[in-house]
């Protein structure tokens, strides 16, 4: 007859037992090597991702690329509407042709010694459509090196297909110092 102590090993292996299973087929928490999502998953649906988060990670990934010494000129044309690249009247937009338009940007070198440029994007607000641009996000994207004052465009996003793309960008400056709604402002004032 087993004691006890048999008992309670038994049970606690048993336990042991059910708990690796259930997080064995839970899987591992890590995205494998090649999975496509790179930002935090929001509870709920792991495969939504909210389009505040969608719209601010395109605007930085056009940022990043254009300013980008030397530019990724590809990224940036790949974050562009078709009608927002230099090409949409040649070729009706293609990629390819946004490069080929673009080839000075490649052959910008950086400046040694140079702080690097980091990003911010906020402000995502909707904004009315225009003489030239359809309705979409408006966001502020601000760029500064350290020990250099701070550059700000105002960029348009439209979703097209399925993705935010950027359709407009203006120098937004000083502009931002005196209205209570600068994306939306700018955008219309330069659209």
């Known amino acids: 007859m087993p004691d006890r102590t048999d008992a309670a090993r038994a049970a606690r292996l048993a336990t042991t037992v059910l708990m690796t299973a259930a997080l064995t ?5 890590e995205p494998a090597p090649n999975d496509a999502r790179s930002a935090p998953q929001p509870f709920g649906n792991p495969t939504a991702v ?17 300013m980008l010494d030397p530019a990724d000129v590809k990224a940036m044309c790949e974050h562009q509407t078709k009608a927002a690249r230099p090409n949409f009247t040649d070729d009706g937009g293609t990629v390819e042709g946004c490069v080929a338009e673009r080839k ?17 994007v906020d402000h995502v607000q909707d904004v009315k459509a225009s003489r030239k641009h359809p309705a979409g996000k408006g966001v502020l994207a601000t760029g500064q090196r350290d020990g250099s004052k701070p550059f700000r465009y105002a960029l348009r996003l439209v979703k097209e297909d399925g993705r935010w793309r950027v359709e407009q960008r203006e120098d937004g400056a000083s502009r931002y110092d005196h209205t209570a709604d600068p994306v939306a402002d700018v955008l ?4």
């Open 50 to 66: 909210s389009d505040d988060v969608q719209i601010t990670a395109a605007a930085e990934g056009f940022m990043k690329a254009w």
């Open 25 to 29: 087929a839970c899987g591992s928490s």
């Open 104 to 120: 000075s940007l490649t052959e910008r070198t950086p400046e040694p010694g140079r702080a690097p440029l980091r990003f911010t």
């Open 188 to 191: 219309w004032s330069m659209g």
